[in-house]
């Protein structure tokens, strides 16, 4: 294991703390309003792009040449969580593209998301495995902020052991959205319109994606930190980005002015429809 400058990337762990309660599929890289400094590997000539073609377990992956690698730094599921975690493993790596570095005789092999996560340590930010690095201050202060937040294998019905009490059981995905929709601001001709979509489920959302219904002939004219794309009066608006459980995430835009321009009242989170809250 490379262990060195894990330690520089600790902060993006301490996004799990804002996201306290407990999940089935625990939170993702990506708050609004705290979006932490993922560290990408220190260099890439020793890494190989692939693909993951199958998720075996919460850190057992096949790879597009046809390998098996076991993801570096990650202790073997325990029962209580084995399924959530494979679960995890599936929505974030199964046929997405990853960086791999393997090491000499060695099955195991570090492997990062796309954007530069290190994807072990996600994951045992998220309280979805343990960490299996000692030594490494970064794994440390990861497992600290799940247990802290009581994340993954650390709420119930597990509580940080490795098989549940009598009787329980993982708790079942939920999937849930509020949208809050606010004017801010008003001109002859337009208004500025600030969003706010709440993942009220226990399931990590990603690669949300965002649809309403204009009812006054409004037009979108200008975008925030998202791609927004209207045909007629629906409007789409989204991101390659993760909705943690128990998150957030914002949108703002400038529009023309529809007679009144009413709140929309039917929002829908990928495909799922939403409650909708003006402000």
Same mark, same amino acid.
């Given at each position: ?13 301490? *996004? ?5 309660? !407990?999940?089935?599929?625990? $939170? ?5 309003s705290r979006t ?31 390998? @098996? ?22 929505? &974030? ?54 247990? @802290? ?9 597990c509580l940080g052991q490795a ?6 059981? $993982? ?11 606010? *004017?801010?601001?008003?001109?002859? !001709? ?14 990590? *959302?990603?690669?949300?994606?965002? @649809?309403?219904?204009?009812? @006054? ?17 629906? *409007? ?30 039917? &929002?829908?989170? !990928? ?9």
């Amino acid at each position: 294991m490379r262990e060195g400058w894990r330690t520089v990337a600790v902060a993006m762990v301490l *996004v799990s703390a804002s996201c306290a309660g !407990n999940t089935t599929t625990p $939170t993702g890289t990506i708050t609004p309003s705290r979006t932490p400094s993922i560290v990408a590997p220190p260099s890439l000539q020793d890494t190989v792009r692939l693909t993951v073609h199958g998720v075996i377990d919460g850190r057992t992956v096949l790879l597009s040449d046809g390998s @098996r690698i076991v993801i570096d730094g990650l202790a073997a599921p325990e029962p209580c969580w084995a399924a959530a975690a494979a679960v995890f493993a599936k929505s &974030f790596l199964l046929d997405r593209p990853v960086l791999v570095e393997r090491f000499p005789s060695d099955e195991e092999a570090a492997l990062w998301l796309q954007d530069g996560t290190e994807y072990a340590l996600l994951t045992v930010g998220q309280g979805v495995l343990r960490g299996d690095a000692p030594h490494d201050p970064a794994y440390g202060a990861a497992e600290d902020t799940a247990k @802290r937040a009581g994340l993954g294998l650390w709420g119930p019905p597990c509580l940080g052991q490795a098989t549940p009490p009598s009787g329980s059981a $993982t708790p079942a995905p939920t999937y849930g959205c509020t949208v809050t929709y606010r *004017v801010a601001h008003r001109w002859q !001709n337009g208004f500025h319109a600030e969003v706010t979509i709440a993942n009220t489920g226990n399931t990590l *959302v990603t690669d949300w994606s965002l @649809r309403w219904t204009f009812a @006054r002939g409004e037009r979108v004219t200008d975008t925030w930190n998202t791609k927004i794309e209207q045909s007629g009066a629906t *409007v789409k608006a989204g991101a390659s980005a993760t909705i943690p459980a128990g998150g957030t995430q914002w949108l703002r835009f400038n529009a023309t002015q529809g007679p009144e321009s009413p709140v929309p009242q039917s &929002f829908t989170l !990928n495909d799922r429809r939403c409650d909708v809250r003006s402000a």
